[in-house]
Nanobody, 125 residues
Framework: QVQLIESGGGLVQAGDSLRLSCAVS????????MGWFRQAPGKEREFVST????????NYADFVKGRFTIWRDNTKNTVYLQMNSLKPEDTAVYYC??????????????????WGQGTQVTVSS
């Protein structure tokens, strides 16, 4: 059974940075595409970023391009999301997700088979 455990969330001020981590167990990380999604209060869960199994390809939602960076350390079975220049509108629960079937629609929640419990990120103005 694949388990994903996020960490690194917290309360920060606008302009600050946070680094989220997602530790994967139950399957080797290099067999999984990984993604980050977020859900703000009263809104639907939305795609943030994804990285392929090797780390050679990354994709970002337009609203985080240039501010967020995703990368993976397959030796540590961990995926990271570095979030810089945070804005109040980045406030949300951030979820790590894993796709074990190499689905093509990497921005869709339905592509991902496994999900973490989420970590809260709150950005004050």
């Amino acid at each position: 059974q694949v388990q994903l455990i996020e960490s690194g969330g917290g309360l920060v001020q606008a302009g600050d940075s946070l680094r989220l981590s997602c530790a994967v167990s139950g399957r080797t990380l290099n067999s999984l595409r990984m993604g980050w999604f977020r859900q703000a209060p009263g809104k639907e869960r939305e795609f943030v970023s994804t990285i392929n199994w090797s780390g050679s390809r990354t994709n970002y939602a337009d609203f985080v391009k240039g501010r967020f960076t995703i990368w993976r350390d397959n030796t540590k079975n961990t995926v990271y999301l570095q979030m810089n220049s945070l804005k109040p509108e980045d406030t949300a629960v951030y979820y790590c997700a894993a796709d074990g079937d190499n689905g093509s629609n990497w921005s869709s929640q339905r592509t991902y088979d496994y999900w973490g419990q989420g970590t809260q990120v709150t950005v004050s103005s």
